[in-house]
């Protein structure tokens, strides 16, 4: 490969969507020269590519964007719960805005990337045949970046239109009329059959474990609301996002369930409910993600609304069971709108896996244990991510010992502070492993994060040094902690993707600081108000 002419770039950031945008701008506002190189052909990262019918975010539109003025003082959104097409959209103006595409390359994956000793630089390598040398290497590359494939047999076999919803047609792909089959109920799955169930000719679910989804109590906005809340409230929302348990405008409820009476837990759970979105999830008292006492009090209140809206005494049981699938809130519920109506219709069908799993993917569609033939024109695999450490180990990042990220990291995940690692020096990955990713959203833990990499490279600068890397007891300390943190509540007792149990092989275990975002951001600043404590810092001349 040819070695690019920018040697003596600062900063490569890989993906653009909500993380390698805020560095760019950040970066290049700070004084440094900054390249972004992204997998796919426009800005979004995550809104790029999960394009399948229905696709929305689940986090009020009030925190869900860049909190900076400059950017919300002339951006309007049209609704509570924003849509993937008006958020391509707001990632079009950011562009303007901020004029980004100049330091952007589009279609260019990263494949590689090698710690080099001698200059302190990562020499990084894409598939298109470009190598770059930075002096960091920051990894934008989301949560959910590396599709899980379900490994039925001869899943190839199919004749129909078969897509997985995170590598959906830019095009669309029209599922009217159509004899429609889902595998996966996930919040990308869910999407897809509210969506779905009313235009196909049959709707035909595969469930493996019920989705606990919420009410997402979607609503129109106006401008005039939007102005009004601009002059008033919309510091503070986004404020609020560094102070809240969950960096959501809203908090847990800091006292146990059982320090209020019976009744008024139930008034407590429907005003929950009714404010819709994530309120009855991460507006709850906090015993629910530790005290399975509570949390069944919780489950119950979600089961009486459910079986409210379904009419079939067998879909009732299959959505939800009168013993929870797993403890409520332990694996990320999904909003939803009109889905568990979509099971009132004569056209849906809905197969529990666990009774009944798929034997094998045939051309015509979806062979089960029974014997049934589910013939399908177009088969939509909402299956998930390789979550959180995927989106990273599936690049060949060598360290300074030359080993492999992912062999690292599949003897156990460790890192420090959930943005470095010992041994991969000058490379950070907000939004990543250890990180408050899991119930966090994606522009409140990248600001967090995004600004504590910022203020560590301009530290390097100011000090005139070249490579910084956590010491493997800064990491271990870390890691020990992130796992303590992780066995006081409940969340090992879901097989999720917060804690790798979606991916057949992949160690079982916390991806993710669920210490909340107050303390997280608390460990952080410490560290670095300490001369970035649990860091080893050199220079080359
Ligand atoms: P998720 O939440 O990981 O959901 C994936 C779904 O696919 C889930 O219902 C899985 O069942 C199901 N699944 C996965 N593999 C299989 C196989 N082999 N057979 C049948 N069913 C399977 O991914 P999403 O894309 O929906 O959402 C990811 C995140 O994006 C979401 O949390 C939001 O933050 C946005 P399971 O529950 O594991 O039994």
Redesign the pocket.
């Known amino acids: 490969h040819e070695i690019e002419q920018e040697q003596e770039l600062d900063v490569l950031v890989v993906g653009a969507g909500f993380s390698g945008v805020y560095q760019l701008d950040k970066l290049r506002k700070a004084g440094f020269s900054a390249k972004v190189f992204e997998a796919g052909k426009n800005f979004g990262g995550t809104w790029y590519w999960n394009c399948y019918p229905g696709a929305r975010v689940?986090s009020d539109f009030s925190i869900y964007q860049f909190s900076s003025e400059e950017l919300w003082k002339d951006w309007n959104w049209t609704e509570r719960f924003p849509g993937r097409e008006e958020l391509v959209k707001y990632f079009d103006y950011v562009d303007k805005k901020l004029d980004l595409r100049r330091d952007i390359s589009f279609d260019t994956r990263v494949t590689a990337a090698d710690f080099d000793t001698t200059t302190d630089r990562w020499v990084v390598s894409t598939q298109n045949g470009r190598t770059i040398r930075p002096r960091f290497l920051v990894l934008c590359t989301g949560f959910?970046s590396k599709p899980?494939f379900?490994?039925?047999k001869s899943l190839d076999s199919f004749q129909g239109i078969m897509h997985h919803?995170a590598q959906w047609p830019q095009e669309g792909v029209d599922l009217a009329g159509k004899r429609v089959g889902v595998?996966?109920?996930?919040?990308?799955?869910v999407q897809v059959i509210q969506e779905t169930g009313p235009v196909a000719a049959h709707l035909t679910v595969?469930q493996?474990?019920p989705?606990l989804a919420l009410p997402m109590f979607q609503h129109k906005l106006n401008v005039a609301t939007q102005t009004k809340m601009k002059a008033t409230i919309y510091p503070y929302l986004l404020r609020r996002r560094e102070q809240t348990f969950a960096g959501f405008h809203f908090d847990v409820i800091h006292k146990s369930l059982f320090d209020i009476s019976p009744e008024e837990r139930y008034i407590s759970f429907d005003d929950l409910w009714t404010k819709g979105g994530f309120h009855y999830w991460l507006g709850a008292y906090e015993d629910t993600f530790r005290d399975e006492r509570a949390n069944n009090e919780v489950y119950a209140f979600w089961r009486a609304k459910v079986l409210e809206r379904v009419r079939d005494a067998e879909m009732q049981r299959k959505l939800a069971p009168e013993v929870p699938p797993h403890p409520f809130g332990v694996k990320?519920p999904?909003l939803e709108q009109q889905y568990y109506e979509v099971y009132n219709q004569p056209n849906v069908t809905l197969v529990d896996?666990q009774e009944n799993p798929?034997v094998e993917i045939t051309p015509k569609g979806v062979k089960t244990q029974d014997g049934v033939e589910h013939e399908l024109d177009a088969l939509v695999l909402?299956?998930?991510?390789d979550a959180v450490t995927g989106s990273i180990a599936q690049i060949d990042i060598k360290g300074t010992d030359g080993s492999l990220m992912r062999e690292k990291w599949g003897k156990g995940l460790s890192t420090y502070l959930g943005l470095t690692c010992a041994g991969y020096p000058n490379m950070f990955f907000p939004y990543g492993p250890h990180g408050p990713t899991a119930f966090c959203n994606g522009p409140t833990c990248i600001e967090l994060q995004g600004d504590w990499i910022i203020n560590c490279i301009t530290h390097m600068r100011a000090q005139g040094k070249t490579r910084i890397e956590p010491t493997q007891e800064a990491e271990d300390e870390w890691t020990a902690r992130v796992n303590e943190i992780y066995s006081t509540h409940l969340w090992s007792r879901a097989?999720s993707?917060y804690i790798g149990a979606?991916v057949p092989g992949k160690r079982v275990q916390t991806l993710n600081f669920t210490g909340g975002i107050p303390l997280y951001t608390r460990l952080c600043r410490e560290s670095a108000e300490n001369g970035y404590k649990g860091f080893m810092i050199s220079g080359k001349a």
């Open positions: 689940d959910a899980l379900p490994d039925y919803t595998i996966g109920t996930g919040a990308s799955g595969f493996r474990t989705n990320r999904c896996l798929i909402a299956t998930g991510f097989k993707w979606n």
